[in-house]
């Protein structure tokens, strides 16, 4: 059995070390983790909500982008793009959509809900086809009235 050969004060003590390295690591930790929050996205047409950690000062866009690749991760149905100027992301508690370029943490709300852009082509349409049944019905009226006279 042998002795140590310096004494116990004057060495270093393993757990001092070890103190300082994970004093450093814990704040590090810490400050990562202080502004991350939990929120709950709730996406049109899709059963169930979809919860997920992000940064606080996150934008609206990098949230949607997260939301999209978890939504796809999960399988979920219908199937939507992966682009995420396509959707509009709404706080709970506004009537408004957040713009892209906002904070996430700006809001003080943790539940979203997110919606996918009406294509200009499909509102295009709607309005052409108002347009022609109105033409429609303008004409059959008018014969109407002509053939009864």
Sequence with gaps: MSLPSA???KRQHPNKVNKKQNKHTRSATTKCSSNRILISVRVKGSSGHIRLFVNEEESVEAVIRSVLKVYAREGRFPVFGHESGQFYLYCATFDEALKP???IGSTDS???LMYKKEPQDQKKDDSSR????LKIWLIKFLNFTISSH
């Design 130 to 133: 108002r347009k022609r049944s």
């Design 101 to 103: 370029s906002q904070t």
């Design 7 to 9: 004494p116990l004060s």
């Design 110 to 112: 943790r539940n979203f």
